[in-house]
């Protein structure tokens, strides 16, 4: 689909940019935040950001895949609600929490799977299939919860969610791992370079012998599972699975993915520019915050930024087509 | 399209143009059916002031897919129109009319923002409307500060409230636009221009079509379809809502995807579009008949969403192997 970059100086001034120009504008942001406010640049202060960024970021990275694969998941949120509802509901009747995270990992991972089947299988477009997930999928959540929320979790599941390690919080250290398996799993893993290649051109992937079936399949259901380990440690740190848990994280994550510079065509991008991105949206988010702008204007700040950010990419990219 | 044969190779062909309408048909059959009083005026009417607020959104939505394009700022149109109107109208002091004007412009303005970003920024148009999404809810709640606004007049209620001839304004409103914005796709260039870009928009370029200038009108266009929607919901509460119109942009897309109208472009169009609009107006209305839970209803719906599509895909797969072509998968 995407037509072939026959020049290699302008890939690289482009990747020059996306690479360097995400990080730059980042670098000035903070630069700008820390002569703005004395409260910005303090331990305390970056740790909730990091914080903040943690439950986006997690999903981002399951985004980042299926978006390079050229698909899109708009499943995410209702997905993670059904997880974390069903997880939660396991450990209210007694359950060990290990078999409930558990189960709520591969309850992700199984709606996950069957997102890829709908696709694979049935040829239903990704945005179709994903949709229909969405509404079932939340609409199961409050069919199993009749709408209530499930509070009142065991000590050792909130752990995850407001524990602290070493003086960094247990949600931050996850989503790292979570980060470095994935950056691990893309550039180091026969099924990583895969993913780009059906990306990038899913007719040569298949001749090229990619099983893009099995690789379709499996990018969902990593999708599936990140929005659920996200959800779990969203759920340990409020202690409360709300069915309407989730609603909008799909919009969240595929921005973190686009500011992060992946592209939409598929085959291009990778999960530095996603955490890059996501902590972009989180940090200003905290400065408007500390500079007390009213978080009414939150949307209208992430909206420009999105827009922006892409302008950028397409004024640094060469006339493709 | 309604020309129908008994022969039993013209069934098929009949079945594949007109999947929509036999899926709406079994619907509303089968509704009629179990719960005798769906099939009365009253209900039907009440069906299609419930269906409005989705077609209207979903008529720019089908030409904004026809062109291969999306516009998922619908929602937020719908809320930052309505917001604007009800304000201006009521403590702005400029009267029911010009509020309702500049609520609609300011939709057309949200259009406008996003073709500008898709032509000259060459932003895929998913993106960009989902950027815009964020931008018109955003600015949708720093004018409310996050409140309703009401204490809108009868002028402004009228057009959500009232019934003319015994059918509900909104419905007037919704058969007028779908009978322009058909007109405009059947019988103008635009139209033809439209389907064009769909279908290949290179070689619409190439054909001397000046596709930046279309695009800017189907974008303008679903702007300003949204921003009805909002402004009719805002008549039919009595006042404007900061949070309304969350989730319309799927609504609408699923309408116009059960209409037979394809992501990948080129095909599509208003009367599958009202039908699929109608579709889960349809099932909203009858399961609230039969008394299903609103929380087993979201189920259903999703489950009828995913299965239309895939008989869809389907009849036309079965079709095209017949006739020894393989479809492409958007």
Known sequence: ?321 | MNRSSNHAPQWGEFLRRNSTYVILLAIVLGFAVLAPEFLTVNNLLTVALQSTLVALAAIGMTLAIITGGIDLSVGSVAALSGALAAGLATRGGLGTYPGLLIGLMAGAGIGLLNAAMIVWGRIPPFVATLASMAIARGLTLVYTQGRPIAGLDRAFTFWGSESLLGVPMPVWVLLVVAVLVHLLLSQTALGLHIYAIGGGEETTRLAGVNVGVVKFCVYVISGATAALSGLILTARLWSAQPNIGVGLELDAIAAAVLGGSSLAGGVGGIPGTLAGAFIIGVLSNGLNLLEVPSYNQQVIKGLVFILAVMLDYFIKQRRAVRSGRVPSTG
Do not use: H
């Open chain 1, 1 to 321: 689909m995407t037509s072939s970059q026959p020049v290699a100086l302008p890939m690289d001034r482009r990747a020059f940019v996306q690479r360097f120009g995400l990080a730059f504008s980042f670098l000035l942001l903070m630069l700008a935040l820390t002569l703005l406010s004395d409260r910005f640049l303090t331990a305390a202060n970056l740790i909730n950001i990091l914080r903040q960024a943690t439950i986006n970021g997690i999903v981002s990275v399951g985004m980042t895949m299926v978006i390079l694969t050229g698909g899109i998941d708009l499943s995410v949120g209702s997905v993670l609600a059904l997880a974390v509802t069903v997880g939660a509901s396991l450990m209210k009747q007694g359950q060990p929490v290990g078999l409930a995270v558990v189960a709520a990992l591969g309850l992700g991972a199984l709606l996950g799977m069957i997102n890829g089947l709908m696709i694979t299988k049935a040829r239903i477009p990704p945005f179709i299939a994903t949709l229909g997930m969405l509404t079932v999928a939340r609409g199961l959540t409050l069919m199993y919860t009749q709408g209530q929320p499930i509070t009142g979790l065991p000590a050792s599941f909130r752990w995850i969610g407001t524990g602290v390690v070493g003086g960094i919080p247990v949600p931050i250290l996850l989503t790292a791992l979570v980060f470095l398996a994935g950056w691990v799993f893309l550039s180091r893993t026969r099924y990583g370079a895969y993913i780009y290649l059906l990306g990038d051109n899913p007719t040569a992937a298949r001749l090229a012998g990619v099983p893009t079936e099995r690789i379709t399949v499996l990018v969902y259901a990593i999708s599936g599972f990140c929005a659920a380990l996200a959800g779990l440690i969203l759920v340990a740190r409020l202690d409360s699975a709300q069915p309407i848990i989730g609603q909008g994280y799909e919009f969240n994550a595929i921005a973190a993915v686009v500011v992060g510079g992946t592209s939409f065509a598929g085959g291009e991008g990778g999960l530095g520019g996603t955490l890059l991105g996501a902590l972009l949206i989180e940090t200003l988010n905290n400065g408007l915050n500390l500079l007390n702008v009213s978080p009414l204007w939150e949307q209208v700040v992430k909206g420009v930024v999105i827009a922006l950010a892409l302008l950028l990419y397409k004024a640094f990219s060469p006339p493709s087509r």
